[in-house]
Structures are given as structure tokens and as C-alpha cells.
């Protein structure tokens, strides 16, 4: 296997990622336990450290530049404290931030997870406040952002759009860019987080089993069941190329070309967070793709991607050297 996937990983250096979706700041707040409150059942944590992450749409195009590739990435901020960080940490990691546009009255997503160190290796998290709004994108920044897609179209090898329900990722936009991608013929992907319409006709789409589950209104267990799913909502969404339900530690299933056929995950027994671990799987499956992979090696080499990051707590992201170590068993 390693010696079939090295090629497809040295490939995706290089190649140019157009990521659009919701950007968010993450921000870890991480205190030590000191004793229990008086005030309510609850621990009293003395502040230890904060620490700030490029999440949402931004994780993916982190993943891009960690794998060597390059990442452009559009967006929606308000005009706060917390997008100026978000910008600075995005330029401090080599992403293109050209595509995120500021919008007053609109705040900045904001994830903060408070996080407890009570002595184990990793600190367990107690809660986490979001700073946010769902509300839809209005037709001037629908517009600013379709101009800028169609200027960059030429120059990108895929684009990517990264779903968390905050607004920017409506149907009519959706729709926009799926037809100036098809129109410049770039491959274009898209992790739908539940929302299955707004994302029918892509080239590529990736869901949790949970969403696909849901929405097909069935259980799905075996192998079997996971199939029938993939080739359904492959079907039913009009989807072009691969459709992938991904498993968490029983792999992916993909639907392709009238065919389904099940990735095995690699066996991870130090898992500590799974955040993030959607974001690696569809930045490294865009990334391969867009080098000439198959879909089936596309979405092994994301099983073993993820595989490295669940290893880790907060966003993390791999490096190419870290993905040939673990494709090799060694990591």
C-alpha cells in the first residue's frame, strides 16, 4: 500500500485549493483544578495558558499548507478583534486570506472550549461557548464573493467547501459556484455536515454516517448497509464523482462510477480528540484527487490522515512526512 500511495502523496505538493466556508476562531482557554466551587457544583480552574487555532473552513486549508500544497481562502468576518487575530494567524500559516471579507453588525465566529488539567496527559474539556450568527449571507456579499471565485477559478486545481452552517454557504450561492466550477472544469468538493441539497451535482461530497443516516430516515450497520447508503445518496444527489460516508474508526465507504467499495481505517489505540479529524479527511481527499488519485486510494490516504490527527487534541495537522510514516506503519 505505501509504496502505491507515496506517488499520490509527493503529487499533491503544489497543487492550489480554492477552500470556501465558514471560518471560525478557535481559542482554548485552559485552566488546573483547584477545588470545587462554593458558588455552584462546578470546578474552579486558575488560568494556565490561551491558545488560538484556525478552525471551520480555515482547518482545511491549514491542512492544505501542512501537506504542502497551497490554499486560498474565502469567507465571512465581522469587523472585531477576533478577525484581525483570525487574519494573523492564517497569514502566520501561509494561507491566502485574500478571499475573507469583513461585515460590520456580522460578528466573527468565535468556538471557546474551557478546558480542565487535572493531572492526565491531555486536559478534558469542561464547556464551550460560541460566539456566532446563522444568519444567511446578503446578496452584496453573495456577489462579492461569486466575483471573487470567478477570478481564481483559472489558477486553482479544486475547490473545497467547507460547511458549518454559518450563514455563507447558502443554496444560491452554492449553486453559483458549482456552475463556475463546471464551466472552468474544476473539481469541486464538499464536506456537507447534514446538508445534502444545498450541495446535489458536486463532483465529490463527504458526510458522516450519523448525517447519512439521518438523512435517509434508515439505520445503517454492515458494510452492506453503508454501500446501499453511499450508492443511494450518490444517486439521489446527482453527485458526479465519489460520494464518501466516513466511520470514525470503521473507515469510509465510497460510492463511484456504480460501484461501492469499503477503506478500512488504520488501527489508531492512542486516540485523544477527534476534532478536526473531518476537516484532514476532506482537505487530504481534495488534495489527491486534484494530484490524479482514485477515489478509492483518495480516501484511504484521508483514513490515514485522520488516522494521525485523532492522536492529538485540538486542530491539528499533518505533515506529508508524518502521512508516509504512518502509511508505512511506523508512526
Known amino acids: 500500500m505505501s509504496a502505491k500511495l507515496r506517488p499520490v502523496v509527493a503529487g499533491m505538493a503544489n497543487r492550489k485549493v480554492l477552500v470556501i466556508g465558514d471560518v471560525i476562531l478557535d481559542e482554548y482557554i485552559t485552566g488546573r483544578v483547584m477545588r470545587m466551587s462554593r458558588e ?19 482547518n482545511p486549508a491549514a491542512n492544505i499548507v501542512s501537506l504542502r500544497a497551497r490554499a486560498i481562502l474565502a469567507g465571512v468576518v465581522g469587523e472585531d478583534a477576533p478577525a484581525e487575530h483570525l487574519r494573523q494567524i492564517l497569514s502566520e500559516r501561509g494561507i491566502d486570506a485574500s478571499g475573507i471579507f469583513s461585515r460590520a453588525g456580522r460578528p466573527t465566529t468565535v468556538k471557546t472550549r474551557i ?19 446563522r444568519q444567511p449571507i446578503d446578496e452584496e456579499t453573495e456577489t462579492q464573493v461569486v466575483d471573487f471565485v470567478s477570478a481564481r477559478l483559472a489558477d486553482v486545481d479544486a475547490v473545497l467547501l467547507s460547511h458549518y452552517h454559518g450563514g455563507l ?16 472544469g474544476v473539481l469541486q468538493a464538499a464536506d456537507v455536515q447534514g446538508d445534502f441539497d444545498t450541495f446535489s451535482k458536486l463532483d465529490v461530497i463527504k458526510c458522516n454516517a450519523e448525517d447519512a443516516q439521518r438523512y435517509l ?3 445503517l450497520a454492515s458494510n452492506a448497509d453503508f454501500s446501499g447508503a453511499a450508492l443511494q445518496l450518490h444517486d439521489r444527489l ?6 464518501i460516508i466516513t466511520r470514525g474508526a470503521a473507515g469510509a ?31 487530504t481527499l481534495t488534495l489527491a484527487l486534484a494530484a490524479g488519485a482514485g477515489a478509492t486510494d483518495a480516501v484511504t490516504l ?5 488516522g494521525i490527527v485523532v492522536r492529538y487534541v485540538g486542530n491539528y495537522t499533518p505533515s ?8 508505512d506503519g511506523s508512526l
Open 253 to 283: 465507504t465510497l460510492a463511484a462510477n456504480g460501484i461501492s467499495a469499503h477503506c478500512p481505517a488504520p488501527s489508531v489505540s492512542d486516540v485523544f480528540d477527534t476534532v478536526g479529524a473531518g476537516d484532514t479527511a476532506i482537505a
Open 217 to 219: 430516515n434508515r439505520g
Open 40 to 58: 455552584a457544583p462546578v470546578p474552579v480552574l486558575e488560568l494556565e495558558s490561551k491558545r488560538y487555532i484556525a478552525g471551520g473552513a480555515a
Open 169 to 184: 454557504l447558502t443554496p444560491t450561492l452554492v449553486r453559483r459556484i458549482r456552475d463556475l466550477c463546471a464551466a472552468f
Open 302 to 306: 484521508a483514513n490515514f490522515a485522520s
Open 320 to 327: 506529508p512526512a508524518e502521512l508516509l510514516r504512518s502509511l
Open 238 to 243: 446527482g453527485i458526479g464523482s465519489a460520494t
Open 115 to 133: 478546558l480542565a488539567q487535572m493531572g492526565q496527559r491531555f486536559p478534558q474539556q469542561v464547556t464551550r461557548i460560541d460566539t456566532l450568527t
